[in-house]
C-alpha cells in the first residue's frame, strides 16, 4: 500500500530529531532564565517607606513601587502584595528570602511571598 524507500525514512528521522532538538533547547533555556531571574531576586534587598505605588506604562504594566529616598523603582513580584501597598507603609524584604513584610501604622504585619521561586 503505501512504499518507503530509505531516503525518505532518513529525511523523516531527521526533521524530528531537529524538532526534539529545538523543543529541549527552548525549555531548558526558559528554565536558565527562570533560575538566574530567581537567584537575583533571591539576593535583592528591599527596605523603606512606600512613597509611591504605580502600573510602569513604558515596562509592560509591571506593578512597581518607589521607595522613599531611593531613585529606582522595584517591582513587585506578588500581585497580591502589590495591591495591599499604600503610600506610607513600611516594606521589609531581606536578602537570602523570597518572603516580605508590609508594615502599615495601626495593624499587624502582613507577609507575603514570591511564589515563582520555591
Known sequence: M?????NTMKRALITISIVIAFFGIAFYDTHL?????????YNL???GVVDSVFRDKENK?????????EGIPYTIYA??????????????????????????????PEYFHYNGCD
Open 33 to 41: 532564565k527562570g533560575q538566574h531571574f530567581c537567584r537575583e531576586y
Open 45 to 47: 534587598p528591599m527596605s
Open 61 to 69: 504594566e509591571s506593578p512597581r513601587i518607589f521607595l522613599r529616598g
Open 79 to 108: 500581585y497580591e502584595a502589590w495591591q495591599y501597598l499604600h503610600p506610607g507603609d513600611t516594606l521589609v524584604k531581606e536578602v537570602g528570602s523570597f518572603r516580605f513584610k508590609v508594615n502599615r501604622p495601626g495593624t499587624y
Open 2 to 6: 503505501f512504499k518507503y524507500d530509505i
